[in-house]
């Protein structure tokens, strides 16, 4: 039965390589103490530039940055924490307030392996000292943009959110591209999803690999349209409630909305009580 299930929710969807999306990791820094900094840090940074231009120049490379461990269901809570985005090319004499927070880790930096590849140019291009080892600046445009976000490792689903212009770290991920967030998100976040996510993955330590891009990007998902676009509305003006409540207060219990999109996402894939049954019942673990 579980098998039949797992084949019906693969026929009714889409699996995410085939959308018009993308999956791409945080950011690599070779060396997180020097370029993940507190907000201290930040204001201390931007008080030892010399003048107005410098300060302008030098905060507009220190992003907001998300950890796996602050990414849960519908929200995130940001630590406070920020990323030097000293990306493969940058002329860093224009941010000496920046070198020399870097220059105390030099040596460390240095012993960093490889190198960065340039779009369109297939040798390898090594890092300079200060810079971070970002594996392709393709997708950093893709950062400035609202996307869903998630952590490689987790218990059960966590999807969130994210602004415009939050980074993430190393083993975090974002989904990029052209697509309905909102829909996005709530499917990721449903019981039916982590059900299948749980059928094709293995389990490190007592955590789920379920983020890994290899199992992510198999997900279904049911293509969007005018046999199922009511459900997908009444979905978009729940997550819309979850997300405000969320805003407001971190703890606002939004189990009922939830649930009520848990009903619809089993509408979308066509589920039997059977199956629904099935469903809710492996799922041992209460993820509200």
């Known amino acids: 039965a579980e098998q039949k299930l797992k ?8 699996p995410l390589k085939d959308w018009d999306v993308k999956i791409y990791r945080g950011v690599l820094t070779g060396l997180n103490e020097a370029f993940i900094i507190t907000t201290e840090k930040r204001n201390e940074i931007l008080a030892n530039c010399k003048d107005a231009s410098e300060r302008k120049r030098t905060e507009a490379i220190i992003k907001p940055i998300l950890r796996g461990r602050d990414i849960k269901r519908y929200y995130y809570e940001w630590a406070g924490l920020w990323l030097l985005w000293v990306y ?3 002329e860093i004499e224009k941010y000496p307030s920046i070198l020399n927070h870097l220059l105390p880790f030099k ?3 240095e012993v960093r392996t490889g190198g960065a590849k340039v779009a369109g140019d297939p040798s390898t291009v090594p890092y300079k000292w200060y810079e971070l080892q970002v594996d392709s600046v393709a997708h950093i445009s893709e950062f400035e943009k609202e996307k869903v976000v998630y952590g490689q490792f987790q218990d059960y689903a966590e999807y969130a959110l994210a602004g415009k212009g939050i980074f993430l770290s190393s083993n ?7 697509y309905n967030k909102k829909y ?8 039916l999803i982590q059900w299948y ?15 890994q891009k290899s199992n992510f990007i198999k997900i279904p998902i049911p293509v969007i349209d005018s046999s199922n676009q009511h459900i997908v509305s009444q979905i978009e003006s729940l997550v819309d409630k979850i997300l405000a409540a969320k805003k407001t207060n971190h703890a606002a219990d939004t189990t009922a ?12 894939y066509e589920l039997t009580d ?6 809710e019942g492996v799922n041992e673990v209460n993820i509200y």
């Open 257 to 268: 909305w939830e649930k009520e999109i848990d009903q619809l996402v089993y509408q979308l």
């Open 88 to 90: 493969q090319g940058i």
């Open 7 to 14: 084949e019906k929710i693969e026929n009714l969807g889409k």
């Open 107 to 109: 040596k460390k930096l």
């Open 197 to 211: 996510l749980r059928n094709i993955t293995g389990v490190m330590g007592e955590k789920l690999k379920i983020g």
């Open 172 to 178: 975090e991920y974002m989904i990029g591209g052209n």
């Open 274 to 279: 059977e199956e629904i049954a099935i469903v």
């Open 184 to 191: 996005f998100l709530a499917v990721l976040n449903s019981k």
